[in-house]
């Protein structure tokens, strides 16, 4: 049998179909852009996911040229939806989705702030209060959009939107329901009618059904099955948030094992067992698995591969004519110059800051700072600082952790787009001072994805049987010397934060 893994991202779908044994057999990927209609403002309609995943399923299951009988099942995760697209009694969308990306809830975040207990929100929830939660975003969708509220029957996240699509029946898992915060009881893991009162929101906007990520919400229309050439009543999975799932990729069930999830953003996480969760500056809420007393706790930075994006966007036209004559990448044309730009960048520290900042500092209102710039430096020295930079965050985040806490192994896996440069993953590990594994397919949350066919259809017993499935590619270890070099500007990064914030407040109400 096959199983095949979905999984929705910001900026792309990808669909892989791997045999029981976990060995790739075909992938497809699609792409697409956030729309920004406004400065902090990021959302996207909802069809887009739905067109990208039946693209990317015919065209997976065309190159692997197998029968559709011999599909156990589909599984999928996606992007944190944020507040989730608002559909009507019918299930039609009547607005884009605010997803997590988005900022515009700051006023909603304020009041929050100075009405709801901070330890009382933290106690029901696990996690505190940002315009990226979700339960923020519907706020302010109730308090700037009257008539989408009035018409609002439910809100969904991306992949459960897909899901009713592909199935005609409706719910979330656990994994995305708690990272809604606000209203999800992570005590109870279900929703919070006393939070919802005190927020204003009324519960049965939400799913009623939560089920685990290895459950089956539905089996696949007649209608759908025409569409996308896979047999009428197959299985669908209920998957969850593209987070969790990127750590179960890498085959992590145990305390202390934890994954750095690199690509247009950052997520960081490990898992802690029977356990309250240690600090609201990390977000918490159940894994993908062993939901009942499993606890996946992470950090997130908004900007990681978008960084380098951004710059190559801007500033890396000769690379990108230079690269398409040529047949390069305009990413490994920069990377081979910041390779010869010594460790620090010579006096550039960058605060990674572009779209404002979630964990650990949660401030919606940081900007981006290019600090120590020179008519020496070139565009490979602010190319390395930007690379330098997520390395910082990502250490931030590790420290706020171990800070509560938390223990670490020394080794942390690396998923993503981002884990395909040599030079960033190095930098990574010198930064942290943690040895980074890279897996060999670099599959990531699909591949998690995948298992949960397995694993909800019973052709794996157990969480444990994912183990079998991972193969390393090799393991980058963090250099001491290096390691003590940028520790000294590490405390440089955290102390210009500190010294800029309210000059970057100042400005962002400008």
């Known amino acids: 049998m096959y199983l095949i893994g979905t999984d929705i991202g910001t900026t792309g779908t990808k669909t892989v179909i791997l045999d029981e044994n976990g060995n790739l057999v075909s992938k497809a990927t699609k792409t697409y852009k956030v729309n920004t209609p406004k400065a902090s403002w990021a959302e996207q309609d ?26 156990a099942g589909v599984s999928l995760s996606g992007l944190y939806g944020g507040s989730g697209v608002p559909v009507d009694k019918n299930m039609n969308p009547i607005y884009p989705c605010l997803i997590w990306m988005d900022r515009r809830a700051w006023k909603e975040t304020q009041w929050v702030k100075e009405n709801i207990a901070k330890d009382k929100l933290f106690e029901i929830t696990g996690n505190y209060v940002d315009s990226y939660f979700g339960f923020t975003k519907i706020m302010w969708i109730r308090n700037n959009l009257p008539d989408v509220w009035k018409n609002t029957f439910k809100f969904v996240s991306p992949k459960d939107y897909v899901i009713y699509k592909l199935t005609g029946e409706l719910s979330t898992d656990y994994s995305s329901a708690g990272n809604l915060g606000g209203i999800f009881d992570i005590r109870t893991k279900n929703w919070s009618k006393e939070m919802g009162e005190a927020l204003g929101i009324p519960i049965d906007m939400l799913p009623e059904k939560i089920l685990h990520s290895k459950d089956i919400a539905g089996y696949l229309t007649e209608e759908m099955a025409k569409l996308t050439g896979l047999k009428e009543g197959t299985p ?13 990729s890498a085959g992590v069930l145990n305390e202390g094992e934890h994954v750095f999830m690199a690509g247009t953003s950052t997520c960081w996480g490990t898992l802690l067992y029977d356990k309250k969760p240690p600090t609201p500056q990390l977000v918490n809420y159940p894994y993908v698995v062993n939901e009942e007393n499993c606890l996946y706790t992470f950090g997130g ?22 690269g398409d004559q040529a047949g390069y990448s305009p990413y490994d044309l920069l990377e081979l110059k910041a390779k010869k730009i010594p460790l620090g960048s010579e006096g550039l520290i960058v605060l990674p800051y572009f779209m404002g900042e979630r964990s650990p500092i949660w401030d919606p209102d940081s900007r981006g700072v290019i600090l120590g710039l020179s008519l020496y430096h ?3 020295h602010i190319y390395r600082a930007l690379m330098e930079s997520a390395a910082y965050s990502l ?4 420290e706020t952790a171990k800070s509560s806490g938390i223990k670490l192994n ?25 040895h980074m594994i890279k897996l060999s397919d670099n599959i990531e949350a699909p591949l998690g994805d995948a298992f949960l066919v397995g694993l909800g259809t019973g052709i794996f017993n157990k969480p444990e049987d994912i183990k079998n499935w991972i193969k390393i590619e ?31 407040h100042k400005i962002s109400k400008l």
Request: aromatic share 12%; proline share 2%.
């Open 46 to 71: 909802a069809n887009i996911w739905l067109d990208a995943f039946v693209a990317t399923l015919k065209e997976s299951v065309e190159k692997a040229n197998i029968n559709p009988s011999e599909i």
């Open 236 to 248: 669908i999975i209920s998957g969850g948030i593209d987070a969790p799932m990127a750590q179960l």
């Open 301 to 322: 930075s908004a900007t990681t591969g978008a960084l380098v994006n951004w710059f190559i966007d801007e500033f890396g036209q000769l690379e990108k004519s230079f």
């Open 378 to 380: 070139k565009k490979e």
């Open 395 to 398: 250490r931030h985040n590790m």
């Open 410 to 434: 020394s080794d942390c896996w690396i998923v993503g787009g981002v884990a395909n440069s040599t030079l960033w993953t190095s930098i990574f590990a010198d930064v942290t001072g943690y």
């Open 474 to 504: 090799s393991k980058v270890e963090a250099q001491k010397e290096n390691f003590k070099k940028y520790d000294q500007y590490y405390k440089l990064f955290l102390e210009l934060y500190e010294n800029t914030k309210e000059i970057m």
